[in-house]
C-alpha cells in the first residue's frame, strides 16, 4: 500500500508452535485508518481464521502470505490498541499475535 502514515507498527510471530513472519502497520490515510500486512507475510492456513485489533473484530484473513489490508471502523482509536490477533474462530485458539510498538 502506498500512501499514508505509519501510526503504529509490529512484528508478527505465530503462537502456540504456529510459525507466522511479517510485519503489519496501523496506517492512517487522511481521517481513514487501515490495518496492513507487509509483502513479506506469512502464516499457515487454518480454519475459520480472523483478524482482530484490539476489541474490533475485522472479518475473515484474506490471504495467507503477501500484501492485505483491512477498513478500521471510523470510530476507531489507534492510542487505545495494543495488540493484534489472528484466530480460528471454529477452535478459539490464536494462531499469531503482533504487539504494537
Known sequence: ????VAERMMDVTGVHSFEALGVARIVRVGKIY???FSEDFVMPPGPG?????GEVELG???QY??????DLP?????TRVSE?????SMFDLEFARASLY
Do not use: C, E, N, P
Request: net charge positive.
Open 84 to 88: 493484534v490477533s489472528i484466530y480460528s
Open 34 to 36: 487501515r490495518l496492513v
Open 60 to 62: 475473515s484473513l484474506k
Open 49 to 53: 481464521l480472523l483478524v482482530r485489533v
Open 65 to 70: 502470505q503477501g500484501a492485505h489490508t483491512y
Open 1 to 4: 500500500m502506498r500512501g499514508g
Open 74 to 78: 471510523k470510530s476507531f482509536d489507534v
